[in-house]
Protein backbone atom coordinates (compact mmCIF):
# COMPACT_ATOMS: atom_id res chain seq x y z
CA UNK A 1 0.00 0.00 0.00
CA UNK A 2 2.97 2.22 -0.44
CA UNK A 3 2.37 5.87 -1.45
CA UNK A 4 -1.40 6.30 -0.35
CA UNK A 5 -2.72 6.53 2.87
CA UNK A 6 -5.48 4.03 1.34
CA UNK A 7 -6.61 0.36 1.46
CA UNK A 8 -8.48 -0.57 -1.63
CA UNK A 9 -9.52 3.06 -2.22
CA UNK A 10 -10.77 3.56 1.41
CA UNK A 11 -9.05 6.38 3.01
CA UNK A 12 -7.09 5.20 6.27
CA UNK A 13 -8.92 8.10 8.19
CA UNK A 14 -11.90 7.12 7.36
CA UNK A 15 -11.35 3.53 8.18
CA UNK A 16 -10.27 4.65 11.38
CA UNK A 17 -13.14 6.95 12.16
CA UNK A 18 -15.52 3.73 11.34
CA UNK A 19 -14.10 1.38 13.15
CA UNK A 20 -14.08 4.25 16.66
CA UNK A 21 -18.01 4.46 15.59
CA UNK A 22 -18.03 0.68 16.77
CA UNK A 23 -15.26 0.40 19.41
CA UNK A 24 -14.80 4.07 20.66
CA UNK A 25 -12.38 3.36 22.67
CA UNK A 26 -9.95 2.46 20.27
CA UNK A 27 -7.09 4.34 19.19
CA UNK A 28 -5.14 1.68 17.09
CA UNK A 29 -6.11 -0.89 14.77
CA UNK A 30 -4.90 -3.41 11.46
CA UNK A 31 -5.90 -2.67 7.94
CA UNK A 32 -5.34 -5.37 5.57
CA UNK A 33 -6.06 -4.50 1.68
CA UNK A 34 -7.34 -8.26 0.78
CA UNK A 35 -7.04 -6.88 -3.22
CA UNK A 36 -3.19 -6.13 -2.91
CA UNK A 37 -3.05 -9.19 -1.39
CA UNK A 38 -4.81 -11.35 -4.12
CA UNK A 39 -2.69 -9.67 -6.75
CA UNK A 40 0.41 -10.56 -4.79
CA UNK A 41 -0.56 -14.01 -4.92
CA UNK A 42 -1.16 -14.07 -8.35
CA UNK A 43 2.10 -12.64 -8.68
CA UNK A 44 4.03 -14.96 -6.59
CA UNK A 45 2.26 -18.15 -8.39
CA UNK A 46 2.73 -16.65 -11.81
CA UNK A 47 6.23 -16.17 -11.22
CA UNK A 48 6.63 -20.03 -10.10
CA UNK A 49 4.27 -21.23 -12.83
CA UNK A 50 6.93 -23.37 -14.66
CA UNK A 51 7.16 -25.39 -11.25
CA UNK A 52 3.84 -25.68 -10.56
CA UNK A 53 4.20 -26.30 -6.72
CA UNK A 54 1.95 -26.15 -3.95
CA UNK A 55 2.30 -22.55 -2.55
CA UNK A 56 1.91 -22.84 1.00
CA UNK A 57 1.44 -19.78 2.85
CA UNK A 58 3.14 -19.60 6.15
CA UNK A 59 -0.09 -18.97 8.66
CA UNK A 60 2.40 -17.90 11.66
CA UNK A 61 3.03 -14.47 9.55
CA UNK A 62 -0.77 -13.70 9.47
CA UNK A 63 -3.70 -15.93 10.52
CA UNK A 64 -6.61 -14.05 9.86
CA UNK A 65 -9.20 -15.90 8.55
CA UNK A 66 -10.32 -13.00 6.18
CA UNK A 67 -6.28 -12.93 5.38
CA UNK A 68 -6.47 -17.10 4.42
CA UNK A 69 -9.51 -17.32 2.74
CA UNK A 70 -8.29 -14.65 0.29
CA UNK A 71 -5.18 -16.62 -0.32
CA UNK A 72 -7.02 -19.86 -0.43
CA UNK A 73 -9.33 -18.22 -3.80
CA UNK A 74 -6.17 -17.04 -5.26
CA UNK A 75 -4.86 -20.96 -5.36
CA UNK A 76 -2.88 -20.66 -2.45
CA UNK A 77 -2.44 -23.43 0.74
CA UNK A 78 -1.34 -23.03 4.51
CA UNK A 79 1.82 -24.16 6.02
CA UNK A 80 0.71 -24.84 9.51
CA UNK A 81 3.20 -24.89 12.77
CA UNK A 82 0.67 -26.18 15.30
CA UNK A 83 -2.51 -27.84 15.77
CA UNK A 84 -4.04 -24.13 15.82
CA UNK A 85 -2.90 -23.29 12.64
CA UNK A 86 -3.60 -26.74 11.04
CA UNK A 87 -7.45 -26.23 12.70
CA UNK A 88 -7.39 -22.95 11.18
CA UNK A 89 -6.55 -23.49 7.69
CA UNK A 90 -9.34 -26.30 7.78
CA UNK A 91 -11.80 -24.23 9.01
CA UNK A 92 -11.20 -21.38 5.91
CA UNK A 93 -11.17 -24.06 3.69
CA UNK A 94 -7.84 -25.24 3.18
CA UNK A 95 -7.95 -28.91 1.20
CA UNK A 96 -5.95 -31.63 2.44
CA UNK A 97 -3.69 -31.64 -0.85
CA UNK A 98 -2.84 -27.76 0.24
CA UNK A 99 -2.08 -28.26 3.97
CA UNK A 100 2.05 -28.63 5.00
CA UNK A 101 2.30 -29.42 8.47
CA UNK A 102 5.99 -28.19 9.66
CA UNK A 103 7.55 -27.33 13.26
CA UNK A 104 10.35 -28.30 15.26
CA UNK A 105 8.21 -29.83 18.65
CA UNK A 106 5.71 -32.12 16.86
CA UNK A 107 3.39 -33.81 19.58
CA UNK A 108 1.31 -36.63 19.29
CA UNK A 109 -1.97 -34.75 18.61
CA UNK A 110 -0.84 -32.95 16.04
CA UNK A 111 0.90 -35.96 14.35
CA UNK A 112 -2.30 -37.77 14.85
CA UNK A 113 -4.42 -34.70 13.33
CA UNK A 114 -2.45 -35.04 9.95
CA UNK A 115 -3.00 -38.29 9.91
CA UNK A 116 -6.78 -38.48 10.31
CA UNK A 117 -7.54 -35.19 7.99
CA UNK A 118 -4.72 -35.42 5.52
CA UNK A 119 -2.15 -33.22 4.89
CA UNK A 120 -0.22 -32.79 1.64
CA UNK A 121 3.17 -33.13 3.90
CA UNK A 122 4.99 -33.27 6.72
CA UNK A 123 8.10 -31.59 7.20
CA UNK A 124 10.17 -33.76 10.13
CA UNK A 125 12.82 -31.54 12.18
CA UNK A 126 14.52 -35.25 13.02
CA UNK A 127 14.44 -38.93 12.55
CA UNK A 128 12.83 -39.85 16.10
CA UNK A 129 9.74 -37.90 15.00
CA UNK A 130 9.34 -40.61 12.02
CA UNK A 131 8.51 -43.28 14.56
CA UNK A 132 5.47 -41.20 16.14
CA UNK A 133 4.32 -40.30 12.52
CA UNK A 134 4.25 -43.36 11.61
CA UNK A 135 2.26 -44.94 14.54
CA UNK A 136 -0.15 -42.00 13.44
CA UNK A 137 -0.31 -43.07 9.99
CA UNK A 138 -1.09 -46.69 10.60
CA UNK A 139 -3.24 -45.93 13.39
CA UNK A 140 -5.41 -44.72 10.73
CA UNK A 141 -4.55 -46.03 7.69
CA UNK A 142 -3.82 -43.20 5.98
CA UNK A 143 0.01 -43.14 4.22
CA UNK A 144 1.56 -40.08 4.93
CA UNK A 145 4.15 -37.91 2.64
CA UNK A 146 7.03 -36.63 4.93
CA UNK A 147 9.89 -34.39 3.82
CA UNK A 148 13.16 -34.38 6.22
CA UNK A 149 14.07 -30.49 7.70
CA UNK A 150 17.58 -30.50 6.88
CA UNK A 151 19.91 -27.91 8.43
CA UNK A 152 22.58 -27.32 5.69
CA UNK A 153 24.91 -24.83 7.46
CA UNK A 154 23.71 -21.85 5.35
CA UNK A 155 24.33 -18.46 7.16
CA UNK A 156 21.92 -15.77 5.92
CA UNK A 157 22.57 -12.04 6.45
CA UNK A 158 20.31 -10.26 8.74
CA UNK A 159 19.18 -10.60 12.48
CA UNK A 160 20.49 -14.14 13.63
CA UNK A 161 16.82 -14.46 15.13
CA UNK A 162 15.20 -14.94 11.69
CA UNK A 163 17.94 -17.30 10.52
CA UNK A 164 17.29 -20.57 10.71
CA UNK A 165 19.56 -22.48 8.38
CA UNK A 166 23.14 -22.28 9.83
CA UNK A 167 24.71 -24.68 12.21
CA UNK A 168 23.87 -22.69 15.60
CA UNK A 169 19.85 -22.78 14.56
CA UNK A 170 17.62 -25.57 16.28
CA UNK A 171 16.07 -26.77 13.15
CA UNK A 172 16.86 -29.97 11.13
CA UNK A 173 18.85 -33.07 10.74
CA UNK A 174 22.19 -33.11 9.12
CA UNK A 175 22.93 -34.16 5.35
CA UNK A 176 24.38 -37.65 7.03
CA UNK A 177 21.47 -38.36 8.87
CA UNK A 178 18.90 -37.45 6.48
CA UNK A 179 20.92 -39.55 3.65
CA UNK A 180 21.14 -42.29 6.00
CA UNK A 181 17.06 -41.94 7.18
CA UNK A 182 15.93 -42.10 3.37
CA UNK A 183 18.00 -45.24 2.42
CA UNK A 184 16.21 -47.34 5.15
CA UNK A 185 12.61 -45.81 5.09
CA UNK A 186 11.82 -49.10 4.65
CA UNK A 187 11.32 -48.97 8.49
CA UNK A 188 7.86 -46.99 8.59
CA UNK A 189 6.26 -48.60 5.93
CA UNK A 190 3.34 -46.02 6.51
CA UNK A 191 5.36 -43.21 5.65
CA UNK A 192 5.98 -41.95 1.84
CA UNK A 193 9.07 -40.68 3.69
CA UNK A 194 10.48 -38.69 -0.33
CA UNK A 195 10.94 -35.04 0.39
CA UNK A 196 13.89 -32.52 1.64
CA UNK A 197 12.83 -29.29 3.29
CA UNK A 198 14.90 -26.61 3.56
CA UNK A 199 14.00 -22.94 5.08
CA UNK A 200 17.20 -20.91 5.76
CA UNK A 201 15.90 -17.95 6.94
CA UNK A 202 13.63 -15.04 6.43
CA UNK A 203 13.64 -11.50 4.72
CA UNK A 204 16.19 -12.71 2.19
CA UNK A 205 16.69 -9.65 -0.29
CA UNK A 206 19.63 -11.23 -1.60
CA UNK A 207 18.99 -14.62 -3.26
CA UNK A 208 22.36 -16.16 -2.75
CA UNK A 209 21.59 -18.47 0.66
CA UNK A 210 18.16 -19.79 -1.36
CA UNK A 211 20.51 -20.18 -4.47
CA UNK A 212 23.08 -22.45 -1.78
CA UNK A 213 19.70 -24.37 -0.32
CA UNK A 214 18.67 -25.16 -3.72
CA UNK A 215 21.81 -26.72 -4.82
CA UNK A 216 22.02 -28.24 -1.33
CA UNK A 217 18.76 -29.72 -2.06
CA UNK A 218 19.63 -30.93 -5.41
CA UNK A 219 23.01 -32.35 -4.75
CA UNK A 220 21.06 -34.50 -1.41
CA UNK A 221 18.50 -35.63 -3.91
CA UNK A 222 21.18 -36.50 -6.45
CA UNK A 223 23.22 -38.45 -3.27
CA UNK A 224 20.23 -40.10 -2.39
CA UNK A 225 19.52 -41.71 -5.77
CA UNK A 226 22.57 -43.09 -6.05
CA UNK A 227 21.87 -44.92 -2.47
CA UNK A 228 18.80 -46.17 -4.03
CA UNK A 229 16.26 -44.01 -2.71
CA UNK A 230 15.04 -41.65 -5.30
CA UNK A 231 12.89 -38.27 -3.65
CA UNK A 232 9.94 -36.84 -5.28
CA UNK A 233 9.43 -33.99 -3.16
CA UNK A 234 11.46 -30.42 -2.63
CA UNK A 235 10.20 -27.74 -0.29
CA UNK A 236 12.30 -24.60 -0.24
CA UNK A 237 10.16 -23.03 2.67
CA UNK A 238 9.78 -19.14 2.58
CA UNK A 239 12.00 -16.05 3.21
CA UNK A 240 11.22 -14.36 0.46
CA UNK A 241 11.62 -10.72 1.59
CA UNK A 242 9.80 -7.20 1.43
CA UNK A 243 10.95 -3.71 1.09
CA UNK A 244 10.89 -2.00 4.62
CA UNK A 245 11.38 1.44 5.00
CA UNK A 246 12.99 1.95 1.65
CA UNK A 247 14.99 -1.27 1.47
CA UNK A 248 15.04 -3.95 -1.09
CA UNK A 249 12.74 -6.42 -2.05
CA UNK A 250 13.85 -10.14 -3.26
CA UNK A 251 14.22 -10.39 -6.71
CA UNK A 252 11.09 -13.20 -7.14
CA UNK A 253 10.95 -12.98 -10.95
CA UNK A 254 14.80 -13.20 -11.72
CA UNK A 255 15.03 -16.16 -8.62
CA UNK A 256 11.83 -18.36 -10.41
CA UNK A 257 13.08 -17.98 -13.89
CA UNK A 258 16.64 -18.83 -12.54
CA UNK A 259 14.95 -21.61 -10.87
CA UNK A 260 13.34 -22.94 -13.45
CA UNK A 261 15.78 -22.98 -15.80
CA UNK A 262 17.87 -25.07 -12.98
CA UNK A 263 15.50 -27.66 -12.65
CA UNK A 264 13.73 -28.22 -15.90
CA UNK A 265 12.57 -31.99 -16.37
CA UNK A 266 13.37 -33.23 -13.09
CA UNK A 267 10.29 -34.35 -12.00
CA UNK A 268 10.05 -33.79 -8.44
CA UNK A 269 7.19 -32.14 -6.96
CA UNK A 270 7.87 -28.76 -5.65
CA UNK A 271 6.40 -26.54 -2.19
CA UNK A 272 7.09 -22.84 -1.37
CA UNK A 273 5.89 -21.50 1.81
CA UNK A 274 6.44 -18.05 1.90
CA UNK A 275 4.17 -15.70 4.81
CA UNK A 276 5.96 -12.36 4.88
CA UNK A 277 6.22 -11.45 0.88
CA UNK A 278 2.15 -12.31 0.12
CA UNK A 279 1.32 -10.06 3.43
CA UNK A 280 3.86 -7.83 4.71
CA UNK A 281 3.10 -4.96 2.06
CA UNK A 282 -0.40 -5.25 2.14
CA UNK A 283 -1.10 -4.21 6.11
CA UNK A 284 -0.44 -0.95 7.84
CA UNK A 285 -1.29 -0.53 11.40
CA UNK A 286 -2.16 2.74 11.90
CA UNK A 287 -2.16 4.49 14.94
CA UNK A 288 -2.75 7.92 17.11
CA UNK A 289 -0.59 10.03 18.65
CA UNK A 290 -1.30 10.16 22.52
CA UNK A 291 1.42 12.51 23.40
CA UNK A 292 4.48 14.66 21.90
CA UNK A 293 7.33 15.41 24.30
CA UNK A 294 10.47 17.20 23.82
CA UNK A 295 13.23 16.11 26.15
CA UNK A 296 16.73 17.65 25.70
CA UNK A 297 16.05 18.85 22.32
CA UNK A 298 14.46 15.89 21.38
CA UNK A 299 11.14 15.10 20.17
CA UNK A 300 9.42 12.22 21.38
CA UNK A 301 6.34 11.30 19.55
CA UNK A 302 4.35 8.41 22.00
CA UNK A 303 2.11 6.33 19.59
CA UNK A 304 -1.17 4.44 20.92
CA UNK A 305 0.45 1.24 19.87
CA UNK A 306 3.09 -0.79 21.44
CA UNK A 307 5.86 -3.28 21.19
CA UNK A 308 2.99 -5.88 22.22
CA UNK A 309 1.02 -4.83 19.13
CA UNK A 310 4.01 -5.06 16.57
CA UNK A 311 6.97 -6.90 17.88
CA UNK A 312 9.29 -6.71 15.25
CA UNK A 313 11.33 -3.61 16.04
CA UNK A 314 11.72 -4.49 19.46
CA UNK A 315 12.54 -8.01 19.01
CA UNK A 316 14.81 -8.12 15.12
CA UNK A 317 15.66 -3.98 15.37
CA UNK A 318 13.39 -3.82 12.38
CA UNK A 319 12.51 -0.56 10.67
CA UNK A 320 9.04 0.17 9.27
CA UNK A 321 8.14 3.58 7.12
CA UNK A 322 6.29 5.23 9.50
CA UNK A 323 4.16 8.34 8.38
CA UNK A 324 1.49 10.77 9.44
CA UNK A 325 -1.85 9.80 7.42
CA UNK A 326 -2.67 14.04 7.38
CA UNK A 327 0.97 15.46 7.37
CA UNK A 328 0.81 19.16 8.61
CA UNK A 329 2.31 22.01 7.20
CA UNK A 330 5.99 22.45 8.73
CA UNK A 331 9.36 21.54 8.29
CA UNK A 332 10.17 17.61 8.70
CA UNK A 333 12.75 16.95 12.12
CA UNK A 334 13.98 13.90 13.56
CA UNK A 335 11.44 12.55 16.05
CA UNK A 336 11.90 9.43 18.28
CA UNK A 337 9.05 7.36 17.54
CA UNK A 338 8.01 5.11 20.69
CA UNK A 339 4.85 3.20 22.43
CA UNK A 340 3.12 3.59 26.02
CA UNK A 341 4.56 0.16 27.65
CA UNK A 342 6.79 0.46 30.09
CA UNK A 343 9.88 -0.91 28.36
CA UNK A 344 12.88 0.85 26.78
CA UNK A 345 12.57 -1.70 23.68
CA UNK A 346 9.39 -0.33 23.03
CA UNK A 347 10.56 2.21 20.13
CA UNK A 348 9.32 1.84 16.71
CA UNK A 349 12.09 4.25 15.04
CA UNK A 350 14.77 6.11 16.65
CA UNK A 351 15.15 9.30 14.51
CA UNK A 352 12.10 9.10 11.69
CA UNK A 353 12.42 12.25 9.95
CA UNK A 354 8.60 13.18 10.42
CA UNK A 355 7.00 16.95 10.12
CA UNK A 356 4.87 18.53 13.35
CA UNK A 357 2.69 16.41 14.97
CA UNK A 358 0.02 16.86 17.46
CA UNK A 359 -2.26 14.34 20.03
CA UNK A 360 -4.47 12.75 18.15
CA UNK A 361 -2.96 12.91 14.81
CA UNK A 362 -2.88 9.24 12.90
CA UNK A 363 0.11 7.79 11.74
CA UNK A 364 0.82 4.54 9.72
CA UNK A 365 3.17 2.05 10.37
CA UNK A 366 3.94 0.64 6.94
CA UNK A 367 4.43 -3.35 6.10
CA UNK A 368 3.00 -4.55 9.04
CA UNK A 369 0.85 -7.14 7.56
CA UNK A 370 3.21 -9.93 8.56
CA UNK A 371 4.83 -11.23 12.06
CA UNK A 372 2.45 -7.83 13.13
CA UNK A 373 -0.82 -8.92 14.68
CA UNK A 374 0.32 -12.63 14.61
CA UNK A 375 2.71 -11.88 17.21
CA UNK A 376 0.75 -9.41 19.47
CA UNK A 377 0.00 -10.29 22.78
CA UNK A 378 -1.54 -9.19 25.86
CA UNK A 379 1.48 -7.86 27.88
CA UNK A 380 1.31 -5.05 30.10
CA UNK A 381 -2.48 -5.75 30.18
CA UNK A 382 -3.17 -4.54 26.35
CA UNK A 383 -6.03 -5.47 24.56
CA UNK A 384 -5.15 -6.88 21.14
CA UNK A 385 -6.17 -4.11 18.27
CA UNK A 386 -8.85 -4.49 15.90
CA UNK A 387 -8.05 -5.98 12.52
CA UNK A 388 -9.96 -4.54 9.46
CA UNK A 389 -10.04 -5.80 5.74
CA UNK A 390 -10.51 -3.90 2.77
CA UNK A 391 -11.76 -5.25 -0.80
CA UNK A 392 -13.48 -3.26 -3.50
CA UNK A 393 -13.69 -0.27 -2.04
CA UNK A 394 -15.50 -2.13 0.97
CA UNK A 395 -14.47 -1.93 4.48
CA UNK A 396 -14.67 -5.19 7.15
CA UNK A 397 -13.58 -5.31 10.30
CA UNK A 398 -12.31 -8.93 10.34
CA UNK A 399 -11.64 -9.34 14.09
CA UNK A 400 -12.59 -6.65 16.86
CA UNK A 401 -10.25 -5.08 19.25
CA UNK A 402 -9.87 -6.27 22.85
CA UNK A 403 -10.99 -4.20 25.32
CA UNK A 404 -9.79 -3.86 29.28
CA UNK A 405 -13.28 -5.36 30.13
CA UNK A 406 -12.52 -8.16 27.90
CA UNK A 407 -8.93 -8.44 29.12
CA UNK A 408 -10.46 -8.55 33.14
CA UNK A 409 -13.19 -11.04 31.97
CA UNK A 410 -11.32 -13.62 31.44
CA UNK A 411 -9.09 -12.82 34.17
CA UNK A 412 -10.02 -16.56 36.42
CA UNK A 413 -10.71 -19.94 35.61
CA UNK A 414 -10.28 -21.22 38.53
CA UNK A 415 -10.64 -25.03 38.73
CA UNK A 416 -9.87 -27.00 41.90
CA UNK A 417 -7.16 -30.15 40.36
CA UNK A 418 -5.72 -31.34 43.25
C1 LIG B 1 9.41 -23.46 8.07
C2 LIG B 1 9.03 -22.10 7.64
N1 LIG B 1 8.53 -21.92 6.42
C3 LIG B 1 8.15 -20.70 5.98
C4 LIG B 1 8.29 -19.58 6.79
C5 LIG B 1 7.88 -18.26 6.25
O1 LIG B 1 8.94 -17.41 6.13
P1 LIG B 1 8.79 -16.01 5.41
O2 LIG B 1 7.71 -15.28 6.10
O3 LIG B 1 10.12 -15.39 5.58
O4 LIG B 1 8.47 -16.28 3.98
C6 LIG B 1 8.83 -19.72 8.06
C7 LIG B 1 9.02 -18.55 8.91
O5 LIG B 1 9.67 -18.52 9.88
C8 LIG B 1 9.21 -21.01 8.50
O6 LIG B 1 9.71 -21.21 9.73
Known sequence: MSGTPAACGVPLERAFAALRTLEPGCHACYVYDLDALAARARRFRAAFAALDPLTAFALKANGLPAV????RGAGVGAEAGSLGELELAAACGCAAEMRVLNGNGRTPEEADWAAREGVHSVNADHVAELDLLERAAAAHARPLRVALRVNPGIETPGHRYVATGGEEAKFGVSPGEALAAWASRGRWPHLALDGIHLHVG????DPAPLERALEAALGMAEESARRGAPLGLINLGGGFGIAYDGGAEFPLEAWAR????RVAGGGLAWVLEPGRWLVGPVGVLVAEVLWVKRRD???FVVLAAGMNDLLRPALYHARH?????APRAGASEPAAVVGPLCESADVFAED??????????LVAIRDAGAYGAAMA????GRGRLAELVASGGKLTRARAGETAADLVARRRNDVLIG
Do not use: C, K, V
Request: aromatic share 2%; hydrophobic share 35%.
Open 68 to 71: LERL
Open 202 to 205: SQLT
Open 258 to 261: RLAE
Open 297 to 299: GRR
Open 321 to 325: AIEPL
Open 352 to 361: AMLPPLEPGD
Open 377 to 380: SNYN
